[in-house]
């Protein structure tokens, strides 16, 4: 027997709503059936595929239009879904109880309406193709609309089956109302399309997240390829200026020998004119030789080659020397310079070499750009902000620095108006070399409380003085050595005793350096110094010995020996605190 629930014996019509909205079509005759088996007596079939009509049992069938049995009548009345009865061409011949009360209609209306009045759609064609589906034993399933009596219209679900008479074959049309299930699979079509949609949109966006990505992976491939070539022609760009500065540097030095021997008057008389011209030669040379240091520095810092003499030094002298030393220009050009400082020595971890370059390029910025009448004030002080610091500031009376280019001046190549002279690199390099001190380079324009003016302020950190220690020392040395090294902030201690070494060591303050004093006869200091190369904490320490103008064969093998730095005298002024300068050594947190 054919199972009735196996959809693939049955044929489903889905109407589209459109189509439903036709008026539908009269049903057209159909052509006669074969004639069902017939058993003895009146009978009737429900025919279902597989189901033979001889399998039947017999009915006795009342007076009806169509006689059918009481039996048949209380079973087609019984039905739980609403029950048209048609003949083959669909004209119903009538209607149980439940599609009385399911469509509103009489029984009357029903017997005088064909089925297409009813469901939706169903026309002829339909029909036939009905009919043609139960000879083949294959379900007929139409899904379409169906009408009430009010006019409403509510989706259904129309299954039919053909009942066999023995003189007659008719259409039964089981009609159930699908509206919940249509509206929950409506809901769940609208869920579906907002979920597929959502998927569409979350697919759109991954592809454009990727083409994305891609793009951005594309871009920044050729970003590092464009930086790395960059790289290439700047390390090319440094290599060849480096390059160009070493070759500078040879004929400049022969230049300046040269030049200051002719001054001297090493090659013959020179007149009062040629000397001007010499002299204006040998400065050239001096400022060409600061440019091209100053570009090999940068080229070092760029490729972290710079090397860095770190000392213990005192600031204010070194800041006051620098100034000196640009005196004599800044009176040419009609400007008056100053120097103060606080009495309290200052002193701060620098290369001095260095750290006198950042001065000397700050002050020349200002004697350059300050008019003839001017003034330049320099000022060493210390501060305890933003840390214990010493403060060194330089103030001019020049036109100052626009807004704009404030914030730029320190970059390298950097100029102020397109016909400044120069090269762009004393801040540049002056910004650098802070940077290395653990420093601060700051710019002001206008002078803080003035209408104009520029103010260039370098912050170093502050160190404690080196102490400084004078053993075996005769009274003339300890007296020279106190007004020249103590006044400048060194804590000197002198210690004349000559019984040994241990008599002389430090019990309060470990030394930075030690100075010995052998100007006298013996050899007491030959034996300290033996003493100090053999003790563990004081055999790395910088050692100075004072000697007298002359110097015997076996002091002079002693010192050499050791390798001792030796002052001999007579000592010009500031030649013993030269020699502090670079004897302490002192590097800063944080570097090399």
Known sequence: MTDRRDMAQTMMIDFHPARVEEKPEKPEPLPPSPPPPR??????????????????????????????SNDLINFFEGIYDAALLTDMQGNIIDANVRAVQFFGFTRDHFKRSVIGDIIAGIGGAIL??????????????????CRRNDGTRFPAEISTSLIALSKKQLLCFFVRDVSVRRTAEEALQKAHDALTLQVEERTRANQELVQEIAERQRIENELTAAIAQLQQHDEAKSEFISNVSHEFRTPLTSIKYFTDNMIRGIVGDISRKGKEYLSMILADCDRLARTVEDILDLSRIDADSLRMNWVRAPIGRLVKRTVDSLRVQAEKEGLRI????????????????????VILNIVKNAIKFTPGGGHIEVHVHPASTPYESIWITVCDTGPGI???HIGRVTERYYRVGE??????LGLAICKELMAFHNGILDLQSPVPGTAGGTQVTVVLPRVSPPHVYLLNATPPAAQALYKEVASQGYPLHVSEAVSGFGDVLPSVEKPAVIMLDWTGPGMNAGIMLAHMQGHPDYSA????????????????EILQGLGVAVLQAPWSPGHVLNMLEGMIPDPPVGKP
């Open 402 to 404: 626009p807004p704009e």
């Open 338 to 357: 100053t120097c103060t400082m606080d009495e309290e020595a200052l002193f701060a971890t620098c290369d001095v070499q260095k750290f006198e370059r």
């Open 39 to 68: 058993a003895a007596g009146q009978r009737f079939v429900v025919r279902r595929p597989g189901m033979l009509s001889s399998k039947a049992a017999p009915l006795k069938l009342p007076q009806h239009p169509v006689a059918l």
């Open 541 to 556: 320490l910088p050692r100075l010995v004072l000697t007298g103008e002359s110097l015997d064969a076996t002091r002079d």
């Open 419 to 424: 016909y400044v002279s120069g090269t762009g």
């Open 128 to 145: 036939e193709t009905i009919n043609n589906n139960l000879r083949n034993n294959q379900f007929t399933l139409l899904q379409t609309d």
